[in-house]
């Protein structure tokens, strides 16, 4: 009661009032812009990545036109990597040495498509690129042979063919907007310098895996 | 009767001179000043999370046209048709332009044949052992590969490796003389909420442009 009589508390109630409301506030409108620049950077790069996405599709599918066009080749330069006979019709579980994945490394390291500026010296280029598109781009970045082996014709399976497992990994690269954005934009007065290529590189990675079967004509050993 | 003494009148004069008008006009300046950016902010927010909520949309829509042209369509399919520099649009597909939670969806499709002739693989023949003739392969152990597990060095060094040679699709696919067997896709996709101004508006560069471009390849497979 004292405290609501005495003329010296009673002064400057609302000010800190205000002023603490007013804090508040502040503190909550930066938090709102806070999360609100998050969700617009969420949303840039979700575009990013889905363009990314699809031009590493578009890798996956370049192999595999390789695949299906020389299934021998990647059929031998499978066996070599595992060290496996291509010609043994029931290779035990583990069968294989020590092989060498020079030819099947080789195999993909002509499946590139896209601009140069990242590095990717040929490959095809990406007709239908626009402006900033033209320097998109997509490689094989990793191929594994994961099974690979002749199943010669039996009683139970009377199909004889060459099985051949893969896993390809393909990478596609856009133009990272925001990097460059932010890089460019810099401080006030100051414009930042331009961003680097690897800066500028958004990527995102698909994983295939493939199971190619061929009708036979080898026989065994 | 007698009236309980004022309680201002107790206040010395000199302590009472306007201060809560005082008090009262920098609280209410202040108030304004932290409440007039935080409710814009608000209302900036709720127009930004309906804008999150129509990217939303259209990164999914665009996701899914982009599976089926990958996936489900077959190669020679109309809509994957070459387009010659006119693209496929969405108005003149059955059911026109769809509209997903409330975001309307246009999207444009341009088809580009890849020439055979400038596809090129490169690609190299194993000389494995004979299937007919000794050694046989142990455990499907490829009979190249010595004791140890090692490529024996003829192996390793490319006496049994061709080579390698680069032909053009041109010249691997016969099969498919004069039929394409990769096409380029590109897709753009355009989104707008019912209050938004007409599609042809949303092309234009600002803030307000609401259009993205996807690119892919397509192998006949």
């Not at chain 1, 330069?77 to 092989?99: E, H, I």
Request: proline fraction near 7%.
């Amino acid at each position: 009661m004292n405290a609501i009589r005495s003329p010296r508390r009673r002064r400057a109630v609302a000010l800190p009032m205000v002023m603490g409301f007013s804090f508040l506030a502040l503190v909550f409108g930066i938090m709102m812009m806070t999360v609100r620049v998050e969700d617009k950077r969420q949303n840039l790069m979700n575009f990013q990545q889905l363009k990314a996405y699809y031009v590493a599709q578009a890798g996956v599918q370049h192999a595999l036109l390789k695949v299906r066009i020389l299934p021998n080749e990647v059929y031998e330069a499978s066996a070599l990597a595992r060290g496996v006979c291509p010609f043994d019709p029931s290779p035990a579980d583990g069968a294989g040495g020590t092989g060498t994945d020079l030819v099947l490394t080789e195999f993909a390291s002509d499946i590139l498509g896209g601009g140069s500026t990242s590095g990717v010296a040929d490959g095809i280029p990406l007709v239908l690129a626009q402006g900033e598109e033209t320097a998109w781009n997509y490689r094989i970045t990793s191929v594994r042979a994961l099974t690979t082996f002749t199943h010669t014709n039996d009683a139970a399976d009377p199909t004889a063919r060459k099985v051949n497992v893969l896993e390809f990994q393909a990478v596609g690269y856009v133009e990272d907007k925001l990097a460059s954005n932010q890089r460019a934009l810099g401080t006030p007065g100051a414009p930042g310098p331009a961003a680097t290529a690897a800066e500028k590189r958004r990527w995102e990675q698909v994983t295939k895996i493939v199971e190619i079967t061929r009708s036979s004509v080898g026989g065994g050993s | 009767m007698i009236r309980p003494p004022c309680r201002v009148a107790r206040i010395p004069r000199s302590r009472r001179k306007a201060m809560t008008f005082l008090e009262i006009l920098i609280a209410v300046t202040l108030l304004a000043g932290v409440m007039i950016p935080v409710s814009s902010m608000l209302i900036d927010t709720a127009s930004q999370s309906a804008a999150t909520k129509a990217e939303s949309a259209a990164s999914s829509y665009a996701a899914k046209l982009m599976n089926q042209f990958l996936d489900e369509l077959a190669f020679d399919d109309a809509i994957l048709d070459a387009t010659g520099g006119t693209p496929h649009k969405s108005e003149d597909q059955p059911g026109g332009n769809p509209v997903i939670d409330g975001t309307a969806i246009r999207w444009d499709l341009e088809v580009a044949i890849i020439p055979d002739s400038t596809i090129f693989f490169r690609h190299r023949t194993v000389r494995y052992h004979s299937p007919s003739a000794a050694p046989p392969c142990t455990n499907g152990t490829e009979a190249k590969i010595d004791a140890g597990n090692v490529m024996t060095p003829a192996f390793s060094t490319g006496v049994n490796i061709a080579p390698a040679n680069e032909r053009s699709v041109a010249d691997l696919d016969r099969k498919n003389a004069g039929r394409p067997v990769l096409k380029e896709l590109r897709l753009t996709i355009q989104w707008k909420s019912p209050r938004d101004p007409a599609f042809e508006d949303l092309t234009q560069p600002g803030p307000r442009r609401r259009t993205v471009s996807l690119i892919t390849r397509r192998a006949r497979l």
